[in-house]
């Protein structure tokens, strides 16, 4: 056995990893903050690329009452910075800015490309797939 392997054996580097990490279920839910601090919503949905695993973009839910008439906006993930002060994310733009994306007529309409062009265009983020 080498010396490094030796060194390397006695850390758990598991726990060191996680630091970095979240699970998907522990975002999901998730506030999302605007520039001005107030609170826009939270994160339904987080999208995630088959082939390799990627994070595509979020579906940002918010208005409605438990759940009902609620709107949906495609947010790229790339718009997102986490804030542990306030446990939860940040986006630089207002809850009026993203009121004039394009709305989802539906949460389950998240692979139609069309609609990713359009909302990575406004959004001002290159399409996850290019």
């Known amino acids: 056995m080498h010396k490094e392997s ?8 598991y726990i060191k990893d996680m630091s970095m990490l979240v699970a998907c279920d522990r975002v999901e839910g998730s506030r999302v903050f605007g ?7 939270h994160i339904e949905r987080l999208m ?3 082939s390799d695993g990627r ?3 979020v579906i ?3 208005g409605g009452f438990f759940g009902i008439g609620q709107d949906h906006y495609r947010l790229p993930w790339e718009k997102l910075r986490y804030d542990a002060r306030i446990d939860g ?6 809850k009026n800015d ?4 394009r709305r989802f007529a539906s949460k389950d309409e998240h692979d139609h490309k069309d609609h990713g062009h359009k909302s990575h265009d406004y959004f001002g983020v290159p399409p996850y797939w290019m």
């Open 6 to 13: 030796a060194d390397l054996s006695g850390r758990d580097l």
């Open 35 to 41: 520039s001005d601090g107030k609170q826009i919503g």
């Open 48 to 50: 995630l690329e088959k």
């Open 55 to 57: 994070i595509a973009f």
């Open 60 to 62: 940002l839910s918010f």
């Open 89 to 94: 994310y940040r986006v630089s733009m207002t």
């Open 98 to 101: 993203i009121e004039k994306a």
